[in-house]
């Protein structure tokens, strides 16, 4: 059974995630949750989550549905790299997403969530997509739901096509010709550590000239921003009158009036541009004159991010089959 969900930005002003509604439980319990390609567990708020912690999230109460069975002895505690985190309990209950119907599913209920999870008001949760291998559940680690649904899907694929300031969609099992235009380009995946790790043919700034290079990186839905090898970003901010590598503001920041170039990647020998908009991220606060880019370095990471701001120039294919395949297309 194939399905197609809402990918909603949760700020109208930028674009710092993407949450789509699923149902889990019987009678069915709506939650917002973000779809990450980045990570591989699927936590939610629930009414085991301190008081303390919930600032107007939805939460998953297993205690109301009638399908949840505790995983017994199992625990999970995940730590992201910008130093979030959360941490708790298993459950298996239904799980639906875009009429795709997992019935039982892993849901990962917290005991503690970090404060960037606590002041994120519109996320009620996580639903991982990388590679299962990533699941933190011990001392047995659980399926993703993209997983559990692959055998019911028609073809083992989902896609991503997130959207500047706008609802996008993530489709499961088909991929929707009328969402891209010209060729999907499919490049390898590297499924070790469990990330949809994929190698870039390349990069060119505004209309400069096309720099061959590698560069690996993960496709990662669940990071804002795009963090890049220190040469390309040095590159491109230097074509920007103003930017700098601020320490005080934690990455490059530029004069909100500087007009900014494009930023292309190559895709084997396709390649995607990311709109100069896409690159303009935010002013650092309300009615700022300083704004700070949505393109970083990925020096301090060890990883270099396609995050969102490059995703949503693209549609993109995750291919499941064996091996796993990434594809990327215009729209
Ligand atoms: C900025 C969030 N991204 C990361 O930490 C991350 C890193 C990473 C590693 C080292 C330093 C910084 C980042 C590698 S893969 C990767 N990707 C993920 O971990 C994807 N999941 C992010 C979930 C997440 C963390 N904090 C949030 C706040 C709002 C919405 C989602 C989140």
Same mark, same amino acid.
């Given at each position: ?10 700020? +109208?002003?930028?674009?710092?995630? $993407? ?41 998953? &109460? +297993?205690?109301?549905?009638? #399908? ?22 298993? $459950? ?19 005991? /503690? ?37 692959? &055998? ?20 499961? !099992? ?5 969402? $891209? ?44 921003? #795009? $963090? ?5 970003? #040095?590159?491109?901010? !230097?074509?920007?009158? !103003?930017?700098?590598? &601020? ?13 900014? +170039?494009?930023?292309?990647? !190559? ?15 935010? /002013? ?12 970083? &370095? ?26 796993? #395949? ?6």
């Amino acid at each position: 059974e194939n399905g197609s969900a809402a990918a909603i930005p949760i700020d +109208p002003r930028f674009d710092i995630a $993407y949450v789509t509604p699923v149902t889990i439980g019987t009678p069915p319990q709506t939650l917002y949750l973000d779809f990450d390609t980045g990570s591989s567990d699927l936590w939610v708020f629930s009414s085991h989550t301190p008081e303390s912690q919930v600032r107007g999230q939805r939460i998953y &109460s +297993p205690e109301k549905s009638s #399908t949840a069975k505790l995983l017994a002895g199992h625990t999970w505690s995940i730590l992201y790299g910008d130093g979030s985190g959360s941490l708790g309990n298993v $459950y298996t209950d239904n799980f639906t997403v875009g009429g795709v119907t997992v019935t039982s599913q892993a849901v990962q209920t917290a005991q /503690q969530v970090s404060y960037s999870f606590t002041s994120q008001s519109e996320i009620h949760g996580l639903v991982g997509l990388g590679f299962s291998t990533l699941n933190t559940v011990f001392p047995n680690g659980q399926l993703t739901f993209f997983d559990n649904a692959k &055998s019911t899907l028609d073809s083992p694929v989902f896609t991503a096509d997130l959207k500047w300031k706008k609802e996008g969609t993530y489709d499961f !099992g088909f991929i929707d010709e009328t969402k $891209y235009t010209g060729e999907i380009t499919y490049l390898p995946v590297q499924t070790d550590p469990g990330y949809w790790t994929f190698t870039s043919s390349g990069y060119a700034v505004g209309d400069g000239a096309f720099h061959p290079a590698s560069i690996v990186g993960i496709a990662d839905t669940g990071t804002s921003l #795009t $963090y890049l090898p220190a040469e390309v970003v #040095t590159s491109y901010w !230097g074509q920007v009158d !103003g930017a700098v590598d &601020s320490d005080y503001y934690g990455g490059y920041v530029f004069p909100c009036s500087s007009k900014l +170039p494009s930023f292309t990647f !190559g895709v084997g020998p396709a390649n995607i541009t990311i709109p100069a908009s896409y690159i303009n991220y935010a /002013q650092i606060t309300e009615g700022s004159p300083v704004c700070f880019g949505g393109l970083q &370095s990925s020096s301090w990471l060890g990883v270099n991010i396609w995050g969102d701001v490059a995703l949503k120039a693209a549609f993109v294919v995750f291919n499941g089959a064996n091996p796993p #395949t990434i594809g990327w297309a215009k729209k």
